[in-house]
């Protein structure tokens, strides 16, 4: 069973400008006392066209764990803007924070991340080079997308076995995860509409 | 009888392996295969018994699940107090699972569903020992043991006081061991496995005391699970699958020389699994019908391969009732409650079903005081301890005593309903962080980061909670993270370091303050604003973005193929770098030859508030003397003093600093360095110092043996701790070393008083008698073997075991443990029925009524009250009815005195 357990994740100086560094303060419950670090990871997908355009912003060790419930802020820096494809740079992507324990990550949570210009005339008018001063990023912190992989905690040597809970893996993850896009935007429109009416009134 | 099948008890149509209804009745567990692990889930009872309570949309159906099990679970049982719950799966594992009490509803993180878990049940211990699936597990009456069986051909006896100490590892089947079962009277352990053979092991030494094959002979296939049971009078066995003339039965074993000669046959299919009522049966007496002494009878109901389920009364030659076509699948396990009147049967098609008799239709149920009857006449020893159900058959004589009885149920229930309260009320403190929002704020700034050995970032997470109290108590001592600089001075009291900083521990005492909650409220309104306003921004942009949308969504569940540029290895810290919370309490480990002096070394005396003592020797003075210097800072504020020797040893405690010099001399100063004493000249060379309270021991060198440990009360009372096991404390009014802990004592590793320590005592392991005996008492280890020692014996060696501690403790002039082990000996006294022994106990604390000058009777006793400790006592001897008039008449006695 999974030693750890992400208890919450919350997302701290959001939104902000784009060039802030992101903050995610995460709480864990561990069962019992982990011998090795944990490896936490955030990685900005700069495309959703393709995983070349990944950027892992930081890595981090957490440690020791032993049993009990902690936290922890996870700080890393903004991502770097020239890895980012200039049609990409406004608009939805996706940010990710991944847990590794021996190497194998058991637990996966996204997040949308919205950026746009704050200032309307840049909104109606893009420039056709982003100017990322004036982006702002935001983080759609109340609907994170968690998915867990079952790894083999006592040890590092079964790679074998790891491998085999890699391929169950996209079915397994808990069914609540995966709230299709379709439903996200349904919920959303009629919220959407009236910040839109109030925006056009500003 | 009635039959229902609630259809909401399901694991989503997986199967359900396994079944078991709370000792309370209120709820029962369930385990099987869940989506893609196994499952333990937790259901209301209320449910099952009243309609009116399933239609009640605010009673909860599923109180908790768990999916922890990495596969499926094929056994769930509770333990006989309720408190615990074992599961053991296809995982190899056994989970021992514990509710979390100051932890209320939650969900899953991430999870959008609403259905929270209503209870929390978390996983204490992981039993990790067997090589094959866990096929079943079994509590041993009194819950010292926890078996486990396993298709590695074991079973695993785990000590259940201990996880995951293993007690003994039975050896000798030769096929998957499919099912356990305790025998009640604690003698045997029996097992049946796919090797056609039942063994029968006793408890007092883990050996095989036999093993039946004949009626299993003839078995051929393999049922899932082959669940045994043995009978609550211990007189019968009923094994699982057996065969009589290639017919399927459940074998019935006799414990008197295992003889087999009784079956019970009509099961087309083999038979899964037995299942005894708890209860023991009498004839119901009719009206008018001669009352004929009926001989008692015991229940069982058997579940097999071919769907069907039949219930058999020991004294008819026939089935009570056979139901068939019950599931569409095998029957996998069967759980009576504990009043004998329901069963909660499981099948392998995923559904279960409850059945509920009458009295007329299984008879009357003997109460305790006749099951113990009977176990006295065949075992000559009762088995249970005094219960509610036992005291309802008594009569209660005065009306005193019925005011107490009621008012106690009455406070039982508002103490329920409180506990549920403050559970409430602790779960919005966590929910709302507001206990959490101060930690919160400053988390980043607090939290140490370190690079690693080849430049990784590390950071140490701060611990907000222990585990198994769920407690939120703001940054635990072992959680603080010390940097390695000061771990030096922590590990090694000794340290020669004198230079390390002092001030670095400070952190530790104020964990993070307690600011400004107006602002956190702010903060979080202000969040709450953000998170909307960004909500409506970005859900605008969603819905005229769909495209990359999808392309993005794959991104959250994929794991990584490749781990992007970072390397896995993970640096080991080495251990310096470990940060250690090690402050070792004032107990030296020293043996008597005299410590050399060291140059200088820094020790830690006082946690509360921190004192720390830094001796430097040979510190160069005019004209070649050399002189010691001692230091000492104490929150902050520091002081010195100069010593004309070499300084041994110091010692310190709150109040006082002690030092002993190379030249024999003694020096005390106050907390603040004033010199309280002229140098004391010492008969020998200084081996131990110990500083206490304004107490101060030395401890020289021309004593003999050797001693192992030495400490100095709190009170000021001398013990020391021997390498033979043996401990002393010194009697000041005897003048004489009195003997308070031995390891190697029979009585006490014998004494069986564990049902007299109630869980409202907070176990005192703090206090000196504790201390001194910590390790070395295994009081009750042996206890639990009630086989190996006859009854009285063993009631014997701990009425003298918990007079010693009582004793000891009065030594000690420990008053919290006096006060401890005073209510586990009345508590123990009640329940035993040793009506003189209580009766003096009493007589004692009540003291003379009237005052007489002649009277040598204290009032007081180590400064507790002995009259407040009697009113304390009255309550736990009003527990056994057999006690209502000592009970009523030291209350009419007190109550007289409480008038003058």
Redesign the interface.
């Given at each position: 069973?999974?030693k750890v357990?992400?208890?919450?994740?919350?997302v701290?100086d959001?939104?902000s400008p784009f060039g802030n560094p992101f903050?995610f303060?995460i709480?864990?419950?561990?069962?019992?006392d982990l011998p090795?670090?944990l490896?936490w990871?955030i990685?900005y997908?700069g495309s959703?066209?393709s995983e070349e355009y990944?950027q892992?912003l930081?890595?981090?060790?957490?440690?020791?764990?032993?049993?009990?419930?902690?936290?922890?802020?996870?700080?890393a820096d903004a991502p770097n803007t020239g890895l980012i494809p200039e049609s990409?740079a406004v608009?939805?992507?996706?940010a990710?924070i991944?847990c590794?324990y021996?190497?194998q990550?058991f637990i996966?949570?996204?997040y949308?991340v919205?950026n746009?210009y704050t200032d309307p005339e840049l909104r109606e008018n893009p420039p056709v080079k982003p100017d990322y001063t004036q982006l702002q990023r935001?983080?759609?912190?109340?609907n994170?997308?968690?998915?867990r992989?079952?790894i083999n905690w006592d040890g590092c040597s079964d790679k074998m076995e790891d491998s085999e809970n890699?391929d169950?893996?996209?079915?397994?993850?808990?069914?609540?995860?995966?709230?299709?896009?379709?439903c996200?935007?349904g919920k959303?429109?009629p919220?959407?509409l009236?910040?839109?009416n109030s925006m056009d009134c500003l | 009888m009635k039959l229902l099948k609630p259809s909401w008890v399901s694991h989503n149509g997986k199967p359900i392996f396994s079944v078991d209804i709370h000792p309370d009745g209120t709820k029962f567990a369930t385990g099987g295969q869940g989506e893609d692990s196994g499952k333990v889930v937790i259901w209301n009872m209320a449910p099952v018994l009243r309609e009116e309570d399933e239609k009640n949309v605010n009673i909860p159906k599923m109180l908790c699940q768990m999916d922890n099990h990495l596969a499926c679970v094929n056994c769930v049982r509770w333990s006989n107090t309720g408190l615990y719950l074992a599961s053991g799966g296809d995982d190899k594992l056994v989970m021992v699972w514990k509710r979390a009490a100051f932890i209320g509803p939650s969900t899953v993180f991430g999870s959008s569903s609403k259905l929270a878990n209503v209870e929390q049940w978390r996983c204490v211990t992981i039993l990790r020992n067997h090589t094959g699936d866990v096929m079943d597990v079994a509590w041993s009456p009194h819950d010292v043991w926890l078996a486990s069986c396993s298709v590695d051909n074991t079973i695993v006896i785990w000590n259940a006081r201990k996880f995951p100490e293993i007690v003994a590892s039975l050896k000798g089947h030769t096929g998957l061991v499919k099912g356990l079962t305790w025998d009640p009277v604690g003698k045997y352990i029996a097992s049946q496995a796919d090797d056609h053979s039942l063994k029968v092991w006793r408890t007092m030494d883990w050996q095989q005391e036999t093993n039946i094959t004949k009626p299993f002979n003839e078995c051929g296939g393999t049922t899932h699970v082959l669940r045994l049971s043995w009978s609550p009078d211990g007189q019968y066995l009923v094994s699982a699958h057996a065969m009589n003339n290639s017919g399927p039965t459940a074998q019935i074993i006799e414990r008197d020389g295992w003889k087999t000669n009784m079956d019970f046959v009509g099961h087309r299919k083999a038979v899964t699994v037995v299942k005894f009522n708890p209860k023991i049966f009498k004839k119901k007496q009719r009206n008018g019908s001669s009352p004929k002494p009926s001989c008692p009878y015991c229940c069982c109901a058997v579940g097999s391969k071919d769907r069907s389920l039949s219930v058999w009364l020991t004294s008819l030659k026939r089935p009570l009732v056979v139901i068939h076509d019950l599931f569409d699948k095998s029957i996998m396990d069967i759980s009576w409650t504990l009043n004998g009147l329901g069963i909660l049967v499981c099948s392998m098609d995923g559904t279960v079903a409850y059945l509920n008799f009458s009295q007329d239709e299984l008879g009357d149920p003997l109460n305790e005081d006749e099951k113990n009857a009977i176990h006295q006449n065949i075992y000559g020893k009762s088995l249970a301890i005094t219960t509610e159900a036992q005291l309802s058959t008594t009569i209660i004589e005065n009306p005193e005593m019925l005011k107490y009885q009621q008012e106690r149920q009455r406070a039982e229930q508002v103490n329920h309903r409180m506990t549920h309260e403050a559970q409430a009320h602790k779960l919005t403190s966590v929910v709302n962080g507001e206990s959490l929002e101060d930690i919160r704020k400053n988390l980043l700034k607090k939290q140490v980061e370190t690079r690693t050995a080849d430049g990784r970032r590390r950071i140490t997470p701060l611990c907000i909670a222990q585990l198994d109290t769920g407690d939120f108590s703001p940054a635990l001592f072992n959680s603080v993270p010390i940097l390695p600089g000061s771990a030096s001075q922590l590990t090694s009291q000794l340290s020669s370091d004198s230079n390390t900083a002092t001030s670095n521990l400070d952190p530790l005492s104020t964990p993070l303050g307690s600011k400004a909650p107006d602002d956190a409220k702010d903060r979080s309104v202000a969040s709450s604003l953000n998170t909307t306003a960004m909500k409506s921004n970005l859900l605008l942009t969603t819905s005229t973005k769909m495209e990359p949308m999808k392309a993005l969504d794959s991104r959250f569940t994929e794991r990584s193929k490749v781990m992007p540029g970072v390397t896995i290895s993970m640096a080991t810290p080495s251990s310096e770098k470990e940060p250690c919370c090690v402050v070792a309490i004032p107990v030296a480990v020293l043996k008597l030859p005299t410590p050399t002096p060291q140059k200088a070394f820094t020790l830690q005396v006082s946690t509360e508030p921190p004192v720390y003592l830094e001796v430097e020797n040979d510190v160069s003075a005019v004209s070649g003397a050399k002189l010691s210097q001692l230091r000492c800072s104490r929150e902050g504020r520091e002081w010195d003093t100069l010593l004309p020797s070499r300084v041994i040893t110091a010692a310190g405690s709150s109040d006082v600093v002690a030092v002993a010099c190379e030249d024999r001399m003694l020096s005390v100063f106050s907390a603040c360095g004033r010199r309280l004493l002229p140098a004391i000249l010492l008969p020998a060379t200084m081996s131990a110092l110990h500083c206490s309270g304004f107490y101060v021991m030395a401890l020289t060198a021309c004593t003999e043996c050797t001693v192992s440990q030495s400490l100095l009360t709190q009170q000021g009372v001398p013990v020391i701790g021997l390498s033979n096991g043996k401990s002393y404390c010194f009697n000041s009014s005897l003048e004489t070393w009195n003997l308070i802990a031995d390891k190697q004592d029979s009585l006490v590793q014998c004494a069986d008083f564990k049902n007299c320590i109630s869980s409202q005592d907070a176990p005192v392991s703090q206090g000196p008698l504790a201390l001194t005996q910590g390790h070395n008492l295994n009081a009750g280890r042996l206890a639990s073997r009630l086989s190996s020692t006859p009854h009285h014996l063993q009631h014997g060696m701990t009425l003298v075991f918990l007079e010693n501690q009582l004793a000891s403790a009065l030594t000690l002039r420990s008053s919290t443990e006096y006060h401890y082990w005073l209510l586990i000996y009345a508590r123990f006294l009640v329940t035993e029925g040793s009506d003189y022994r209580l009766r003096e106990l009493c007589k004692d604390l009540l003291g003379p009524v009237h005052k007489s000058a002649g009277s040598a009777w204290e009032p007081t006793t180590l400064g507790l009250r002995k009259r407040d400790l009697l009113r304390e006592l009255l309550p736990v001897i009003g527990q056994n009815l057999h006690f209502q008039r000592l009970f009523t008449e030291y209350q009419d006695q007190l109550e007289l005195l409480g008038n003058k």
């Open positions: 069973m999974a357990q992400v208890l919450n994740v919350a701290l959001n939104p903050q303060e709480t864990f419950e561990c069962m019992e090795e670090d490896e990871k990685i997908v959703a066209e990944d892992t930081d890595s981090v060790l957490v440690g020791p764990v032993p049993a009990g419930r902690h936290m922890f802020v996870f700080q990409d608009g939805v992507t996706v990710l991944t590794t021996n190497g990550e996966r949570i996204g949308y919205n746009e935001n983080i759609l912190a109340s994170p997308r968690v998915t992989f079952h890699v169950p893996s996209p079915n397994s993850s808990s069914s609540s995860s995966m709230v299709p896009s379709s996200l935007a959303a429109l919220v959407g009236l910040s839109g | -």
